[in-house]
C-alpha cells in the first residue's frame, strides 16, 4: 500500500478572474504536511502551480490511472470552481475566462466529469478528493449567472471508495482570511494535522473525516456563512487514515482540553481552573499554553473582528446618508451585501448587527417617554446579547414584552435569549461534570444541548468521545474489581480493551503495571515448580534405568531452563547410556547370528554317525544348544542389577536351557506329524532358528517393560 498527492494551486488568472494569491500558499502547506514523515508520509507529493490546461489534466489522468487497490490518492485544488449554465461543475486554469455573452468559456476549464472519468477508470479504491474553492461568484462583475445555488457532488465526483471534502456550497465564498497566508479551510486543514488537534478519538492517526469535522468546526467559528460539506461514498463505519497525530505530545494534550473550555473566544472560569492544574501537571510554560489557547480562540475572535468591521461600514454609511437627508442607496446595499460574504457572516449576524445600529441612530424617529425608555431597553438587550450576557438580555427582553408585546422582533430574540441561556447553564454544568469525570451526566448534559442546537460547541463529536470515554470507564472499573480480587489475567484483559480503543487512557493506579508483574511472578513460581517436578520424575527414570524416558523429560527441562541444576550434564550421561545400550543391543544380535551358526554346524557334525531312532535326542540337542546360549547371551545383554549375582544368572541360563530343548521337542513332534521320517540338514535349522527367535523375544521383552522379574 502506497500513498499519492497531486496538489493543484491557481492563483494566476485572465482578466475575468480575480486572482486567488493564497492559492499557491496553499499546496505549499498541504505539501509541507503530507511529506512530513511524522504526519502524511506519503510516498510520493507532486504540486502544480498555475499549470497550463493540458498539463493539469495530464497529472490528474496520472494520479489515478498508475494505481493498485489499496493504494491512496489525494487530489487537492485550490482555486475558483465554475458551474456552468446546466449546473456542471469546471476547476479553471489560468487561461479560464468566458464568451461575449458572459457564459463559460468550456474548453479554458478541466470539467469534473473529466476528472470522475479518471476516477472511475481507477484500481485505487481509496480516493480523497479536496476542493478549497467556491463554485458561484468567481467571476468579476458583468458576467451573466445562471446558478441554481447547488452541485451533485455524487454525479459528477462521487464513486466507491471515493470521499469528497469542499470548503463552502455552491452559493458561497471561500476566501482568504485577513490574519493568515492561507485560505480559511486549508489553514484549518494543515493546524489539525501539525497540531494533532484533529486526532478526535485520540488514537493516534487522523482520519479524513476527523479532519474535515475539525476545519469545518473552526471555520464556522471564524466564518458562520462558510459551510464546508463532506461527501463519503463509502460503508458506513469505513475510514481513511491521512496522517499520524503526536499523541505523546503533552501540548496537543492541553489543546485538547482548552478547546473542549473554549466558548465563544473566552475560557470559562471553571475551564482556566482545571488548564492551570493541566498546565503544571504537563510542565508547560505559560508562554507555551498562552500560545495554545491563542490558537484555539482565535477562530472565533475572528469571528468577532469580522461583526466589528461590518458594523463600522454599516454605521459609517448610515451616518452618511443621514447626514444628507437621504436613505441608505441600494448601492451601498449590494456593497455592504459583497462586505457581507467576504467576512463570511450570516444574514442572522448582519440583521442584528443592523438593528443595533438602527436602534441607535433612529431614535429621534421614536415616540417620546415609554416609547424612548422601550427603545433604550431594546438597545441595552442587543448590546447583552452582542456580550453574550443571556441571562440579562433575558431580564430586559422579558420587560419590553410585559410592556409591549409586540415591540419590533422582541418575542423572537427572547426565545433566542432563553435558549442560549439553557445552552450556557447546561454547558457549565458540562465543564462541572468534565472536571469530575462524570461521563453518565456528561452524556446526559450533551444530549440535551444537541436537542437545543446540534452544534453547539461541537456537541455531536463531544458527545461520541464522552460514550467512548464511559464504555474505557466502565472497563477501568472492572479492571479494578479485578484487580481487588487478585485475578491479574482478568485485569490485563480489560486493559486490552481499553488499549484497543485509546493507548494513551490513563492509569493512575498502576492497575495494568502491577497486574502485569503479579501475573509474571505467579507464572515464575508455577514455572519453578513445574520444573522441580519434571527434574524429580527424570530422576526415578535414572533410577529405574530407562534411559530414553529420562532424557525426554531433561529435553523438556532445557527447553524451558537451560540453566536448571545440572540437566546439561544429565542429559550428556543419558545420551552416553542410551549409546552403550544401543551398543549392547547390538552386539546382542550378533551373538544370537553367531549362537544360530554354531547350532546349525553341531547339529550337521551329529547327523551322519547317527541313525534314524536317535532324531528325537537330535533335536533335544539342537534345542537344548539354541537355548543355552540365548541363556548366557541374554544374562550378558541385561542391564547389570540384574547379573550381579553368579547365582541367578546360572539359574537364567538353565532355564533358557530347558526351554530350549523342549522347543526342540515340540519342533521334533510337529515335523514327525507333517514331514517325511528322514532327517535332513534342513530340517535342522529350524530348531535352531526358532530358539534364536526365542532369545530375540525374551531380550525385547525385558527390554520394553518387563525389568522387575526376578529369577
Request: one cysteine or more; hydrophobic letters at 40%; aromatic letters at 8%.
Amino acid at each position: 500500500m502506497a500513498k499519492f498527492a497531486l496538489l493543484i494551486g491557481i492563483s494566476q488568472y485572465a482578466e475575468a478572474l480575480n486572482p486567488l494569491p493564497a492559492a499557491e500558499r496553499d499546496v505549499r502547506a498541504m505539501q509541507r504536511i503530507l511529506e512530513n514523515p511524522d504526519m502524511g508520509k506519503f510516498d510520493q507529493v507532486d504540486s502544480l502551480i498555475n499549470p497550463d490546461l493540458l498539463m493539469m489534466q495530464r497529472k490528474i489522468d496520472t494520479l489515478f490511472s498508475e494505481r493498485t487497490k489499496d493504494d491512496l490518492v489525494v487530489l487537492f485544488f485550490s482555486g475558483h470552481g465554475i458551474k456552468d449554465d446546466r449546473g456542471r461543475l469546471y476547476f479553471s486554469t489560468p487561461i479560464t475566462c468566458k464568451r461575449e455573452n458572459g457564459e463559460l468559456e468550456k474548453s479554458t476549464a478541466v470539467s469534473a466529469s473529466t476528472i470522475h472519468d479518471f476516477m472511475k477508470s481507477s484500481c485505487c479504491k481509496r480516493q480523497v478528493v479536496i476542493l478549497d474553492c467556491c463554485f458561484s461568484g468567481a467571476f468579476k462583475e458583468g458576467m451573466i449567472a445562471k446558478d441554481d445555488g447547488s452541485i451533485d457532488i455524487r454525479s459528477q465526483l462521487g464513486g466507491e471508495g471515493t470521499v469528497v471534502l469542499t470548503s463552502s456550497t455552491a452559493t458561497q465564498y471561500s476566501f482568504e482570511s485577513k490574519d493568515s497566508d492561507l485560505s480559511i479551510y486549508t489553514r484549518y486543514l494543515v493546524e489539525g494535522v501539525e497540531t494533532g488537534a484533529a486526532d478526535r478519538d485520540h488514537d493516534g492517526f487522523i482520519s479524513v473525516d476527523e479532519l474535515h469535522e475539525y476545519a469545518e468546526q473552526k471555520v464556522r467559528e471564524s466564518a458562520p456563512a462558510m459551510k464546508p460539506e463532506m461527501h463519503i461514498f463509502f460503508k458506513q463505519g469505513y475510514k481513511i487514515l491521512l496522517a499520524k497525530a503526536p499523541v505523546t505530545d503533552p501540548k496537543l494534550r492541553y489543546r485538547i482540553e482548552a478547546d473542549r473550555f473554549a466558548s465563544r473566544g473566552e475560557i470559562s472560569p471553571t475551564g482556566r481552573y482545571t488548564l492551570d492544574i493541566l498546565r503544571e501537571r504537563l510542565n508547560l510554560s505559560l508562554e507555551e499554553t498562552d500560545a495554545v489557547e491563542a490558537d484555539v480562540l482565535r477562530p472565533y475572535q475572528e469571528y468577532k473582528k469580522s461583526i466589528q468591521r461590518y458594523q463600522e461600514a454599516y454605521e459609517h454609511e448610515l451616518i452618511k446618508a443621514n447626514q444628507a437627508g437621504i436613505l441608505v442607496s441600494e448601492l451601498t446595499h449590494t456593497e455592504l451585501a459583497h462586505l457581507q460574504k467576504i467576512l463570511g457572516l450570516r444574514d442572522e449576524d448582519i440583521k442584528l448587527i443592523e438593528d443595533e445600529v438602527l436602534t441607535r441612530h433612529d431614535t429621534s424617529k421614536i415616540k417620546e417617554g415609554q416609547q424612548k425608555d422601550l427603545a433604550e431597553a431594546y438597545t441595552q438587550a442587543l448590546r447583552t446579547i452582542q456580550d453574550n450576557n443571556w441571562t440579562k438580555a433575558v431580564q430586559i427582553l422579558q420587560e419590553i414584552v410585559l410592556q409591549q408585546p409586540a415591540y419590533r422582533d422582541a418575542v423572537d430574540r427572547l426565545a433566542e435569549a432563553r435558549r442560549q441561556q439553557e445552552l450556557t447553564r447546561l454547558g457549565a454544568e458540562l465543564e462541572q461534570s468534565y472536571v469530575e469525570q462524570n461521563w453518565t451526566e456528561i452524556i446526559r448534559l450533551l444530549e440535551a444541548i444537541q436537542r437545543i442546537d446540534p452544534l453547539y460547541r461541537n456537541t455531536k463529536s463531544q458527545l461520541t468521545l464522552a460514550r467512548q470515554q464511559q464504555k474505557l470507564a466502565s472497563f477501568y472499573d472492572r479492571a479494578r474489581q479485578f484487580y481487588e480480587a487478585r485475578q491479574w489475567q482478568r485485569v490485563i484483559d480489560e486493559f486490552a480493551k481499553i488499549h484497543a480503543i485509546n493507548k494513551t487512557f490513563p492509569d493512575p493506579g498502576g492497575l495494568w503495571a502491577s497486574a502485569l508483574q503479579r501475573l509474571r511472578q505467579e507464572g515464575q513460581g508455577q514455572r519453578q515448580q513445574r520444573l522441580s517436578k519434571l527434574y524429580d520424575q527424570g530422576q526415578r527414570h535414572v533410577a529405574r534405568k530407562e534411559w530414553r524416558q529420562a532424557l525426554a523429560i531433561f529435553k523438556e527441562i532445557e527447553g524451558i531452563d537451560p540453566n536448571h541444576q545440572d540437566v546439561k550434564f544429565q542429559l550428556t550421561q543419558l545420551h552416553r547410556k542410551l549409546q552403550s545400550t544401543q551398543g549392547s543391543f547390538l552386539l546382542f544380535l550378533g551373538l544370537v547370528l553367531i549362537e544360530w551358526i554354531a547350532v546349525y554346524v553341531v547339529a550337521s557334525w551329529s547327523i551322519n554317525p547317527l541313525s534314524l531312532q536317535h532324531r528325537e535326542q537330535i533335536y533335544l540337542f539342537a534345542g537344548g544348544i539354541g537355548g543355552f546360549l540365548n541363556g548366557l547371551f541374554i544374562s550378558l545383554a541385561l542391564p547389570q542389577r540384574y547379573s550381579h549375582e553368579i547365582r541367578r544368572s546360572i539359574l537364567r541360563i538353565v532355564m533358557f536351557g530347558v526351554m530350549g530343548g523342549f522347543i526342540g521337542a515340540c519342533f521334533w513332534f510337529f515335523l514327525q506329524q507333517t514331514k517325511d521320517q528322514s532327517i535332513t540338514q534342513s530340517s535342522l535349522q529350524l530348531p535352531a532358528i526358532l530358539s534364536a527367535l526365542l532369545g530375540c523375544a525374551t531380550l525385547l521383552t525385558l527390554k520394553t517393560g518387563f525389568r522387575n522379574i526376578r529369577f
